[in-house]
Every structure is written in structure tokens, then in C-alpha cells.
């Protein structure tokens, strides 16, 4: 066993928690819409079709806000397809993924669904194949009271009220070369500043998120950010970050920083932000939204360009282990600790498509092992984001070098002044005695400890064992010298709540 500090101070803030933090994913791919969230004639649906376990098991995993419906599907969509009466929609061909879109499922049904799961929806429109005219098109239909073609074509779709979606998405990874209507910077650049100017003639209340690089190994990653944001920095309000993580040859350490490298790419894409806003002499702050991020084996999937045509085919449901969940784990205290800046991000995605929640049509949702960790830190990251000192040993990655062997992040709740540790163990073969200085006055202790972790890493859920993975509680802490003593087993993520002794 090796020790570290930590020291905890409720007088450093770095901001409170961002509600849409906790956001995840829906895209018109795999079986993440039909199958997933949406699928009539289930034992589990509602008379709309909606997958109910799929609502009990989303309101239960904290999500606040979800993105949709793409994601690549969105360059190619013409949202029109997906409204109106279902035996009038046509059957397309969806570029993005080979797939046939029967449209039966589309903006309303969305809305719907989003109303019954309590969740804020984020609409991405088309700037791949379409543009300024049908971006403004769509947020008049959704938006617009009534009394004109696109209010009263909804009002006529049996949708009176308008749906007031306040955040949207100019387009989706337009760098891109897999994209459908793939962007220069330049070309980008302009087309979202004027689409994003148009827009909010229709709707001024409505905030704008633009597209920043597709993942920080493009070749074009830092230029394109500042390329964008020069076109389009007094328009937008933030700009996107989409990252996947997995491991890489041998080098599990690496795949278990995987957080540290989410800290780099966030704080080069904050800098790239500050350049152009103190280029530009502007008072303007631009936030970011890691608008999809996940575990992602890429390495095993086929490829866009291999996939045979089909309805609803079976694409990228990765099966997530123990370990994936600690790493998962590990990248929302990366968010966390970034919510000055990253005030939205989306857990990509939700159901079945690299997601924490998995279905099959002739059984009930269960929750994946990545699941756990979401949970968990939605439900109880409450209040503010505090700065945490850590004093930690290292240990090597061939890709990363040093790198810390315990990560924390905390939250405190002002009113009850309970604070919530989560932390990680990196190391394989020891555990970790995490000494927590409390800077505050007055005694705290320990009354909850969550582990994810410490053995059989390798163990998954499954439709036939679905609870074979859950958290377990620990009694491995105490206080001791002042300091609360906490133990973290080999490669562990846990949830520590505590709370003054009154």
C-alpha cells in the first residue's frame, strides 16, 4: 500500500456544477432510436411507442439534457421526413451509417420522449447538406408561436405549443472526411456565423454551439478552432469537443490517464478560445461543450464504408468491463474540474450505441458497468466544483509519461456542507491509503464510500447476468490525526460523501 494527500478548501471554488454536465446522446444509428429508446409492440412500450424501462433507466442515471438526433446522421437528415403523419414519412437512405431510416420516429416523438424523461433537449441542425434557409426553417417550426407556414405546419401535426428548444448544434464534425458535406475551417467558419445570425432573428433567446475539431488527432486541430471562432466568435457561444478512449497496445497506464489527456485537449481548446476573444479586444467569453464523449473500442469497428444496408443494424454495442468503468469514472472528474469552462457535455450515447444502458427486444434494459460511475456522480456532485491539491506518486505510461497514480476531484453542497470526493486509483497492484486534509472548521466524516473496482476488472453485464456488476460499500476509512483516512483498492474509482460532525 502507498499513501497520498489530499487537501480540500470549500474557500476555492472553481464554479458551481453545470446542471447539462450530466448530458448524453441520441443519434438515428445502430439501434439507438428503434430498438432502443423507441419501439412499438414491446412488452415495455407506451402507447407512443416509448420504451419505458428505457425512461425509468435514464431518469435513474441522472441525465439532464440530450443531444440529437446527430451526430453524423445529422449532415445528411432532412428533418422534414420525420414529421407529420407516420404512413405519409418515407424511408431514406441514411449516408452516414448505411442505413434505411423509415422516419417514424422524428423531432415531436423526440420531444415526447424528452418531456416523459425529464431531460432539456439539444437539437443539432444539417450544415452538410443543407444550410442558413433550413436551419431556420426547423427553429421556426419548433420554436415559432404559430402564424406562419412552419409554426402552423407543426400546430397542424397536432403539436400546438411550441417546443422552445433553447440549445443548438450548427452542424457536427465538419472537419470530417467521413462527414457528408465536409467543411474547410474557412468554409465552415462562414456558414455557421451566417446560419448562426439568421437564426437567432428567428428566436434571439436561442444559445448556438459551434463545431470544433472532430478529436484533437486531426491534423487540423487548434487551427480549425481559431480559423471557426474568427468567422463566427460574436455569434456562437460555444464550441464542441468530441473525444472516444481506449487502450492503445500495452499501455493499460495510459488507458487509465485517460483523463489527464481529456484535461489537455480541454485546456487547449480553453486557449484557443482566449486567443481569438483577446485577438478580437472582446468581452465575449466562449464556453465549451464536450458534446459526446465515451469509451469507444474503434479499433474493432469495421468501418462507415463496410456496412451492408439495413434498418436498425447492430453497430458498435461495445460491452463495457469494470475496468472502463473506473476510466469512465475518471473522465467526468476531468469535466468536473473543468465546469468554469465546460458547461455542457453528452455521454455518447444513451441506449445500446456505445451506451450505458443496453436493450434487447425480448427482455428488459439493464444497465452497463459505465452506467454506475454516471450515476453516481450526477446524484451526488451537487453544489460547487472545488480545487483539490493532490500529493500522489507517479507511475509511467509509454504514451503520457509520469502520470498521477491518484486522481480526485470534489463538490461541496453550501447549505448542508456535505462534500463528495471521487477518486481514483490508477495503480494495478496496490492500494492507495488517501489522507484527506479538510480545510474547513469543524470535523468532517466519512458516512457514505462507493467502490467500483479492485477485482475481476475484466467482469461485465450482460442481458443474461445484469447485475453481476454493481457498486459495493466500503467500510475502509476512518479518521485518524485529523486527517480522514480513506482506502482505495488497485485500480478503483469511488464516490467518498462526507459530512461536518455536528
Known amino acids: 500500500m502507498f499513501t497520498c494527500t489530499a487537501t480540500i478548501d470549500p474557500a476555492f471554488v472553481i464554479a458551481p456544477v453545470p446542471h447539462r454536465l450530466f448530458g448524453s446522446f441520441v443519434e438515428h444509428m445502430g439501434r439507438s432510436?428503434?430498438?432502443?429508446?423507441?419501439?412499438?409492440?414491446?412488452?415495455?412500450?407506451?402507447?407512443?411507442?416509448?420504451?419505458?424501462?428505457?425512461?425509468?433507466?435514464?431518469?435513474?442515471?441522472?441525465?439532464?439534457?440530450?443531444?440529437?438526433?446527430?451526430?453524423?446522421?445529422?449532415?445528411?437528415?432532412?428533418?422534414?421526413?420525420?414529421?407529420?403523419?407516420?404512413?405519409?414519412?418515407?424511408?431514406?437512405?441514411?449516408?452516414?451509417?448505411?442505413?434505411?431510416?423509415?422516419?417514424?420516429?422524428?423531432?415531436?416523438?423526440?420531444?415526447?420522449?424528452?418531456?416523459?424523461?425529464?431531460?432539456?433537449p439539444i437539437m443539432a441542425v444539417n450544415l452538410g447538406t443543407r444550410g442558413v434557409e433550413d436551419a431556420c426553417n426547423l427553429l421556426e417550426y419548433a420554436n415559432f408561436p404559430g402564424g406562419t407556414r412552419y409554426s402552423d405546419l407543426r400546430i397542424a401535426h397536432g403539436v400546438r405549443e411550441p417546443h422552445n428548444i433553447r440549445t443548438w448544434c450548427l452542424g457536427n464534425e465538419m472537419d470530417g472526411p467521413w462527414q457528408i458535406g465536409q467543411k474547410t475551417a474557412t468554409e465552415y467558419g462562414r456558414l455557421a456565423a451566417e446560419t448562426a445570425k439568421a437564426m437567432r432573428r428567428v428566436d434571439p433567446d436561442i444559445e448556438l454551439v459551434a463545431c470544433g475539431s472532430s478529436n484533437e488527432r486531426m491534423p487540423t486541430f487548434g487551427s480549425w478552432e481559431a480559423t471557426v471562432l474568427d468567422e463566427a466568435y460574436d455569434v456562437v457561444d460555444y464550441i464542441s469537443l468530441h473525444a472516444y478512449f481506449e487502450q492503445h497496445g500495452d499501455d493499460r497506464v495510459g488507458f487509465l490517464a485517460s483523463a489527464d489527456t481529456m484535461d489537455r485537449f480541454i485546456e487547449g481548446v480553453i486557449a484557443t478560445c482566449d486567443h481569438i476573444g483577446a485577438k478580437k479586444r472582446s468581452r465575449r467569453r466562449i464556453n465549451l461543450s464536450f458534446?459526446?464523449?465515451?469509451?469507444?473500442?474503434?479499433?474493432?469497428?469495421?468501418?462507415?464504408?463496410?456496412?451492408?444496408?439495413?434498418?436498425?443494424?447492430?453497430?458498435?454495442?461495445?460491452?463495457?468491463?469494470?475496468?472502463?468503468?473506473?476510466?469512465?469514472?475518471?473522465?467526468?472528474?476531468?469535466?468536473?474540474?473543468?465546469?468554469?469552462?465546460?458547461?455542457?457535455?453528452?455521454?455518447?450515447?444513451?441506449?445500446?450505441?456505445?451506451?450505458?444502458?443496453?436493450?434487447?427486444?425480448?427482455?428488459?434494459?439493464?444497465?452497463?458497468?459505465?452506467?454506475?460511475?454516471?450515476?453516481?456522480?450526477?446524484?451526488?456532485?451537487?453544489?460547487?466544483?472545488?480545487?483539490?491539491?493532490?500529493?500522489?506518486?507517479?507511475?509511467?505510461?509509454?504514451?503520457?509519461?509520469?502520470?498521477?497514480?491518484?486522481?480526485?476531484?470534489?463538490?461541496?453542497?453550501?447549505?448542508?456542507?456535505?462534500?463528495?470526493?471521487?477518486?481514483?486509483?490508477?495503480?494495478?497492484?496496490?492500494?492507495?491509503?488517501?489522507?484527506?486534509?479538510?480545510?474547513?472548521?469543524?470535523?468532517?466524516?466519512?458516512?457514505?464510500?462507493?467502490?467500483?473496482?479492485?477485482?475481476?476488472?475484466?467482469?461485465?453485464?450482460?442481458?443474461?447476468?445484469?447485475?453481476?456488476?454493481?457498486?459495493?460499500?466500503?467500510?475502509?476509512?476512518?479518521?485518524?490525526?485529523?486527517?480522514?483516512d480513506v482506502e482505495l483498492p488497485p485500480v478503483s474509482w469511488s464516490m467518498i460523501r462526507t459530512t461536518p460532525i455536528r
Open 33 to 120: 432510436v428503434y430498438g432502443g429508446i423507441y419501439e412499438p409492440g414491446h412488452p415495455e412500450a407506451d402507447v407512443n411507442g416509448l420504451r419505458l424501462d428505457v425512461v425509468k433507466l435514464t431518469k435513474e442515471l441522472g441525465v439532464s439534457a440530450v443531444r440529437y438526433p446527430g451526430g453524423n446522421f445529422v449532415s445528411g437528415y432532412r428533418w422534414e421526413d420525420g414529421v407529420g403523419p407516420r404512413e405519409q414519412r418515407p424511408v431514406a437512405l441514411d449516408l452516414a451509417w448505411r442505413s434505411l431510416e423509415p422516419n417514424t420516429f422524428g423531432l415531436n416523438e423526440f420531444m415526447t420522449w424528452a418531456r416523459q424523461t425529464e431531460v432539456e
Open 291 to 484: 458534446d459526446e464523449w465515451n469509451l469507444w473500442y474503434e479499433s474493432r469497428f469495421v468501418g462507415q464504408d463496410r456496412l451492408d444496408w439495413a434498418r436498425a443494424p447492430r453497430l458498435i454495442e461495445d460491452e463495457y468491463t469494470v475496468e472502463d468503468a473506473v476510466v469512465l469514472g475518471n473522465l467526468l472528474m476531468s469535466l468536473l474540474r473543468h465546469s468554469d469552462r465546460v458547461t455542457i457535455a453528452c455521454l455518447a450515447q444513451l441506449v445500446n450505441v456505445i451506451a450505458p444502458i443496453r436493450t434487447e427486444p425480448d427482455t428488459g434494459a439493464w444497465r452497463q458497468t459505465i452506467f454506475y460511475p454516471f450515476a453516481l456522480t450526477a446524484r451526488h456532485a451537487r453544489g460547487e466544483v472545488l480545487r483539490v491539491a493532490v500529493d500522489s506518486p507517479t507511475l509511467y505510461s509509454r504514451t503520457l509519461g509520469d502520470v498521477s497514480a491518484v486522481d480526485l476531484t470534489a463538490t461541496r453542497e453550501p447549505d448542508s456542507g456535505d462534500i463528495a470526493v471521487f477518486a481514483v486509483n490508477r495503480d494495478e497492484h496496490q492500494s492507495a491509503r488517501l489522507r484527506l486534509r479538510m480545510g474547513i472548521d469543524g470535523a468532517h466524516e466519512v458516512v457514505e464510500h462507493v467502490v467500483l473496482g479492485g477485482d475481476d476488472l475484466l467482469a461485465t453485464n450482460s442481458k443474461e447476468t445484469p447485475g453481476r456488476v454493481i457498486p459495493r460499500s466500503s467500510t475502509r476509512h476512518g479518521i485518524e490525526d485529523g486527517f480522514l
